[in-house]
T-cell receptor, first 114, second 110 residues
Framework: DGGITQSPKYLFRKEGQNVTLSCEQN?????MYWYRQDPGQGLRLIYY???????QKGDIAEGYSVSREKKESFPLTVTSAQKNPTAFYLC?????????????FGDGTRLSIL | SQQGEEDPQALSIQEGENATMNCSYK?????LQWYRQNSGRGLVHLIL?????REKHSGRLRVTLDTSKKSSSLLITASRAADTASYFC??????????FGQGTRLTINP
């Protein structure tokens, strides 16, 4: 069954700690995306990658970092520089070969501060 | 930056009734997409309408697009309890990025 897997489902961060959220897809998609969703709000783009070993900042990249070493994987690190990290994080992907293709989403990671 | 704005922010109707949600946006678009999000889950793509299309149907869903007014509407006919979710519009400009609205929370009462 093809899809996007995000882990963990729930994550807690201590003060000054970096945490990494995992996103893996087996859809053979070239493009992957990370979004942040705050309660009752829409999605805001953090980072995206259209090809392996390349990624671009989205609208709210400060305090976050990513890597794209494999096509299947696009981990997101929430660094200690992100002062308000509590949110629901969603990973998505699409084939990226045409502008504006629908995105497939994982089921998210909920990050909270201890 | 948030471009789409959904209206209303919340909608509660009886099962069997039709639900209409609206989306307005600010800049020119390549296409507009509607997504559904069940509580605590990821988004699921429902329907895509291109800038040169005016109306599109998919099962009980009907989407309209008025590029002169920069607005779209999503109609769900004969609503069911399982339609309870948040619905988001997302616009696509010249790049691969989707820009999401803040969503409409739809509650279907049995």
């Amino acid at each position: 069954d093809g899809g996007i897997t995000q882990s963990p489902k729930y994550l807690f961060r201590k003060e000054g700690q970096n945490v990494t959220l995992s996103c893996e897809q087996n859809l053979n998609h070239d493009a992957m995306y990370w979004y942040r969703q705050d309660p009752g709000q829409g999605l805001r783009l953090i980072y995206y990658s259209q090809i392996v070993n390349d990624f671009q900042k989205g609208d709210i990249a400060e305090g976050y970092s990513v890597s794209r070493e494999k096509k299947e994987s696009f981990p997101l690190t929430v660094t200690s520089a992100q002062k308000n990290p509590t949110a629901f994080y969603l990973c998505a992907s699409n084939s990226g070969n045409r502008v504006g293709q629908p995105q497939h989403f994982g089921d998210g990671t909920r990050l909270s501060i201890l | 930056s948030q471009q789409g704005e959904e209206d209303p922010q919340a909608l509660s109707i009886q099962e069997g009734e039709n639900a209409t949600m609206n989306c307005s946006y600010k800049t020119s678009i390549n296409n507009l997409q509607w997504y559904r999000q069940n509580s605590g889950r990821g988004l699921v793509h429902l329907i895509l309408i291109r800038s040169n299309e005016r109306e599109k149907h998919s099962g009980r869903l009907r989407v309209t697009l008025d590029t002169s007014k920069k607005s779209s509407s999503l109609l769900i006919t004969a609503s069911r309890a399982a339609d309870t979710a948040s619905y988001f519009c997302a616009t696509v400009g010249g790049a691969q990025k989707l820009v999401f609205g803040q969503g409409t929370r739809l509650t279907i009462n049995p």
